[in-house]
């Protein structure tokens, strides 16, 4: 079988973390990434869960700045604390 090259670019300390990681499991990034790439083609999917974060949705977003602009204008609630 004939060998690519796949070139690509990321953040250097995650690539250290996951050279570490690969190395913990006795595997090459080649390997790892090989297996991935094996994975997605026999099974036509990204072979894990990939989702948005509903802490950054435009709704949560848009409260969260309104909250921070009532609290600069003095507006803000304020909450005792509770103990335990």
Do not use: W
Not at 25 to 35: D, H, K, N, V
């Amino acid at each position: 079988m004939a060998q690519a090259m796949v070139n690509f670019r990321m953040d250097e300390e995650l690539k250290k973390s996951m050279e570490a990681t690969c190395k913990e499991m006795g595997l090459s990034m080649t390997a790892a990434f090989t297996m991935f790439a094996t994975k997605v083609s026999r099974e036509k999917r990204i072979p894990f869960e990939i989702s948005v974060d509903p802490f950054y949705s435009k709704e949560n977003m848009e409260r969260l700045q309104k909250a921070a602009a009532d609290m600069d204008a003095g507006l803000g609630k304020v909450h005792d604390i509770m103990e335990d």
